[in-house]
């Protein structure tokens, strides 16, 4: 029978034996099935039969075991009761192809829910295909089959008798524990992942407190999990580590008592050289895992840090950054009596050593101190052990200035987690562990910042004189600490401390020449708003309101600050303010300095989203308003100031967004007005602003703006026909760029026309160059629409451009296909690049150029016009490496051995490296047995040969420049200089003689006339490398005669000098008149 003939005929008689499910004619169609297969497998099974009655039936009980994958899991549960322990005893055969088959029935039949097998059966399978799981066997589909058979089966045995199945689990642990022996990659990662699912799977709080009468089970998994890293399986130990890992956080703190010694292995491990462990990254989590799992107090009872003073060469310093890195949910009464005083202890030490040793000291101190802010993530005895370490904080603060910001942080972050907790909706919309679930809620958050505000009336004291001491540049985080006081404290206690403030801040205000400390106390009053009511409020605002208008720079700065920080903690202040908020704004506007811009933006964004909410018909000329310079604000040289500005946009569209999508509409619509009434005015820098916020608004929004995107299109349309400005231009085609990335085909068709004809209007004109951003938006759409589309409403006079796009893009993938010579161009999961939509750039929308990659963006909607320039650069210069296997060291008669993984494994190890292209080796230096340097000269008609194929090149290339509108003058410019500065490139300088080679072929370089000499050798004289001696020589020897004709001319009088000097000169002239006589009698005479 053919063998799709037999498939055939299995799938029918398992699906006739699934009809009858629910009817007594399964029991009896079972028992037939089961009939039959006993037949053909009691010859083997049975004992004294000879090898040839057993040959006989082998391909039909093959083929019997090919219909028991299918009809098994379709028959009776009493049935498949009586036909497993057969099935299972054909693996005692040790027949390659029956084992095979028999595992595949095996992983069948445990895929299949509700089999009705007995936990005995499955326990009998389990230990029959445990004999399969060895490192030395070579069969790897064989084994990973039968580690998948086992995995399934413990999974079945644990849904019908968990404990029987905590019972059967260090069997398979130790047998897969072995597989890390194995030369199999495969092999290998497959047992480390089974080993994780068996471990995720079964090991469970249940189960701990099942075994805490009888240990011996997960003592022993605990046991082969140690083995794993013992030196017979270093070349697996990567993946080994991962399945410590998995354990420790499955164990939990029981890991403490059967995992010590795994602990202990681990720091041995840590001791090695890296070139020995390359896996250091895999230990550390191995550590990280167990102190989560342990806790830091037991994990350092196994593994203390050993830092003596005197000592610190053998501390295990190399902790510290694991335990901060892992650390959740400590005590912070750990803290406070164990890591405090030894850093404590460490910083004494310090000062009474000298040199290497104190500086060694004085580090660890303060690493210990930086373990303090991940005490304070989510401690579980805030309540009962911050007044404990809060004498400790204090005074460390006082005494050590270098410990404040960490212990500012660490403060902030203690009441901030708290604060979230009380403050969400449910009380757990956080992002905690189980174990932080089990700590924290409402009410223990709450008892926490009780706890905490108790101490307010300490802290607030010390924290505002060291605010004061300290200078502005480390003021940031103590400035936060005393925020998150002020927001637990009791209003009394805030209204305390905020009149001290004002009385300083009044105080400072008077004096002109003190700007520093007004604007230090601004910063205090602000680090109170938090805590303050209305009536601190008025008078925060009536202090801050002047320094809108004041010409320093940063007094304006620490107004728009102040005010900002009101704003947002209190818009209860803001609707009974807004008018007058409203003035102080417009009166500060023509006074606010470009370094204060962004604040004023923040401001600006608070003040608009609330109008806008409102929703009053009273205020839209006041949001027209601030609108307008908000929108200007996209146009600042400030970086800061333009991010802040586009801040403001996506912060009041997802603020509205949250009342209703009409809302954001609106708001849309206010922006596209803008855009409208100023264009009319004549103002193109505003419409330009306008349009980088539409823009804007349109990359974030796309789908609830998609109905005002399609009616503002005509709008746009005009402005690329009907303007010239530069500014504006650009700006549409950056509009254009956004939707075309953001929208769908279906959504582009209906305005393809228009917008190609809006933009091939600036396709030709090379004064503005957009020519190349028009192509970039041209491609887009070709990739969205289609050629056939985008040709249909292209017109006549542009059709050039999507010809020369669509010769660039085959000139490319001809390039392509060359490169990669027919390797596939799949990525695993591991390298497959982001599909997410990427951050905004405002520099690759609205630049003059358009740089984006040509690869496919459909799916990634605008990643492809903001990936970076410098990424698409490299990953040009990395062409794929062909992996060809090489032939067999061994002869060229005698082929590789691809059956035999180690050789396989042993050849591609050896394709490290590239081959050097043609190009490269021809540079390389070759030498004669003398080690003279062999130098091979290029043939004229080479060179010739070289020259003309160049030339064609670059003439083929000027063409398509042309071709696409670029002038010829340009693109022959551009192409000369192309080609001098890749001569320079491939030679290091565009000369090269060619005028001295031989034409008649003979060997070596002639003399030219005219020319200078083809060999020159400059000498290498020290001397000559520095001419001011050359020079001193020429001073002195025209010294040399002015002293002659000085000495010549002693002791004669003036007039005697002076006729001696005119009859030397009239002798010189008449020798001069009689040579050239001479000179014209001869002349005449030829």
């Known amino acids: 029978m053919r063998p799709k003939v037999r498939r055939r005929a299995h799938l029918c008689a398992a699906q006739v034996l699934s009809s009858f499910h629910g009817s007594a004619a399964l029991d009896k169609a079972s028992d037939l099935v089961a009939s039959s297969f006993e037949e053909c497998a009691s010859p083997f099974l049975a004992k004294g039969k000879s090898n040839e009655d057993a040959a006989a039936g082998a391909l039909k009980l093959l083929h019997m075991i090919g219909a028991m994958r299918l009809l098994l899991p379709a028959m009776s549960p009493k049935t498949i009761a009586r036909v497993l322990p057969s099935i299972t005893l054909l693996i005692t055969l040790k027949q390659s192809l029956v084992t095979r088959s028999v595992l595949n029935v095996l992983l069948s039949l445990g895929r299949r829910s509700r089999t009705g097998v007995s936990s005995a059966a499955l326990v009998g399978v389990i230990r029959a295909v445990l004999s399969l799981v060895a490192a030395d066997n070579r069969d790897v589909d064989e084994v990973m089959t039968a580690v998948h058979v086992i995995e399934q089966g413990l999974s079945n045995l644990y849904a019908i ?17 072995d597989l890390f022996a194995s030369e199999q990659e495969e092999v290998v990662f497959g047992a480390a992942e089974c080993l994780r699912g068996l471990a995720d799977r079964f090991i469970d709080g249940a189960m701990l407190r099942q075994l805490e009468t009888d240990p011996v089970a997960i003592e022993s998994i605990c046991s082969s999990v140690e083995r794993s890293l013992s030196y017979e399986y270093s070349g697996a130990w990567d993946k080994a580590l991962l399945v410590v890992s998995a354990l420790f956080q499955k164990m939990g703190e029981a890991s403490f008592r059967f995992m010590k010694g795994i602990v202990k292995v681990l720091a041995e491990l840590q001791k090695l050289r890296d070139e020995d ?118 005074e460390s603060m006082r005494k050590y200035p270098d410990l404040r910001g960490v212990i500012s942080s660490s403060i902030q972050t203690l009441i901030k987690q708290n604060k979230s907790i009380c403050d969400a909706n449910d009380g757990m919309d956080v992002d905690l562990d189980a174990k932080e679930k089990a700590c924290y809620s409402k009410d223990i958050a709450s008892a926490n910042l009780s706890a905490i505000s108790a101490f307010s009336d300490k802290f607030l004291p010390l924290l505002f004189n060291i605010f004061c001491e300290s200078p502005p540049e480390k003021r940031g985080e103590l400035q936060a600490a005393i925020g998150a006081f002020a927001s637990i404290s009791s209003k009394a206690t805030v209204q305390k401390f905020f009149r001290t403030v004002m009385e300083k801040l009044l105080e400072a205000t008077k004096d002109t020449n003190a700007k520093e400390r007004r604007c230090m106390f601004m910063d205090l009053a602000l680090s109170l708003v938090g805590g303050l009511d209305h009536k601190g409020l008025s008078a925060l605002f009536a202090v801050a309101k002047p320094a809108l208008q004041d010409p320093d720079s940063g007094v304006q700065k620490k107004g728009y600050k102040v005010l900002a920080g009101i704003l947002k903690e ?145 709008s746009a349309f005009y402005l690329l026909r009907n303007y010239k400005s530069r500014e504006v231009i650009k700006s549409v085609l950056g509009l254009l760029k956004v939707i075309v990335a953001m929208m769908s085909k279906e959504e582009l068709m209906p305005r393809l026309s228009e917008m190609v004809e809006a933009m091939m209007v600036w ?124 032939e067999d060291e061994r002869g060229r008669d005698e082929p590789l051995d691809l059956l035999d993984v180690s050789k396989t494994r042993a050849a591609l190890s050896t394709l490290g490296k590239p081959k050097k292209s ?159 006589a001479n000179s014209k009698s001869a002349r005449s005479k030829r």
């Open 161 to 177: 008798d968990p404990k029987l199945c905590a019972g059967q689990l260090p069997a398979p642990f130790d047998a897969i524990t």
């Open 277 to 394: 462990l390359p896996c250091r990254k895999q230990l550390h989590n191995s550590f990280g895992a167990a102190v989560v799992a342990m806790g830091p107090e037991r994990f350092l009872e196994l593994l203390p840090l050993d830092m003596d003073a005197t000592q610190l060469d053998k501390a295990r310093i190399w902790l510290i950054p694991i335990l901060k890195q892992h650390l959740v949910g400590a005590r912070l009464k750990y803290f406070a009596t164990t890591i405090g005083p030894l850093a404590e202890s460490l910083a004494v030490k310090a000062h009474e050593l000298a040199g290497a040793p104190a500086k060694n000291a004085e580090a660890c101190a303060q690493a210990l101190w930086a373990l303090l802010p991940s005490f304070c993530n989510y401690p579980v005895d805030t309540k009962d052990s911050f007044q404990v370490i809060a004498k400790l904080l204090g």
């Open 570 to 714: 209190h818009t209860d202040f803001l609707s009974s303010k807004e008018q007058e908020i409203f003035e102080a704004i417009v009166e500060a506007t023509s006074a606010c300095q470009s370094s204060a811009k962004q604040y004023r933006v923040a401001c600006l964004q608070l003040l608009i989203l609330h109008l806008v909410q409102q929703g009053d018909e009273n205020t839209n000329d006041y949001i027209a308003f601030l609108l307008k310079e908000s929108v200007l604000a996209l146009k600042e040289n400030n970086k800061k100031t333009r991010d802040r500005a586009y801040e403001l946009l996506i912060g009041i569209g997802n603020g509205l967004l949250q009342v209703s999508d009409e809302k954001l509409v609106q708001f849309f619509r206010k922006l596209v007005g803008c855009s409208a009434v100023t264009g009319s005015a004549g103002e193109p820098h505003v419409i330009s602003a306008a349009l980088s916020a539409i823009s804007r608004m349109v990359y974030e929004f796309p789908s609830e703006l998609k109905g005002e995107i399609h009616r503002y299109l005509p």
């Open 763 to 886: 396709s030709d004109d090379p004064k503005n160059r957009f020519k190349a951003k028009v192509r970039g938006i041209l491609e887009k759409l070709l990739k969205k629409c289609g050629f056939e589309a985008v040709s249909a409403v292209m017109p006549k006079e542009h059709a050039k451009h999507l010809v020369n796009i669509r010769k660039r893009k085959d000139h490319e993938e001809k390039k392509k296909r060359s490169i990669i010579d027919g390797e596939d161009d799949k990525r695993s999961h591991f390298t497959r690049a982001p599909t997410t939509r990427s951050k905004w750039k405002h520099t690759d929308i609205f630049s003059d150029s358009d740089e984006d990659n040509d690869g496919d963006d459909e799916s990634e909607g605008a990643t492809a016009f903001t990936r970076s320039k410098a990424t698409t650069a490299r990953s040009k210069k990395l062409p794929k490496q062909k992996r060809r296997l090489p």
């Open 918 to 1076: 043609q190009a490269e080796s021809d540079e390389d230096m070759d030498f004669d047995p003398d080690g003279r340097l062999i130098v091979e000269e290029r043939q004229p008609q080479q060179q010739q040969q070289g020259r003309a194929s160049k030339r064609l090149r670059d003439e083929e290339e000027e063409g398509e420049e042309e071709e696409f509108g670029r002038s010829q003058k340009g693109a022959k410019k551009r192409g000369k200089v192309a080609a001098e500065n890749q001569k320079k490139r491939s030679t290091g300088w565009s000369y090269k003689g060619d005028e001295y080679v031989n034409k008649k072929g003979a060997g070596g370089d002639v003399k030219r006339d005219g020319k200078l000499e083809p060999y020159a050798y400059w000498p290498l004289d020290a001397k000559l490398l520095n001419r001011r001696g050359e020079k001193k020589a020429a001073a002195r020897k025209g010294m040399e005669s002015v002293f002659k004709v000085t000495k010549k001319l002693e002791g004669l009088s003036v007039n005697k000098a002076l006729g001696g000097i005119q009859k030397k000169r009239k002798k010189q002239h008449n020798k001069a008149h009689k040579s050239g």
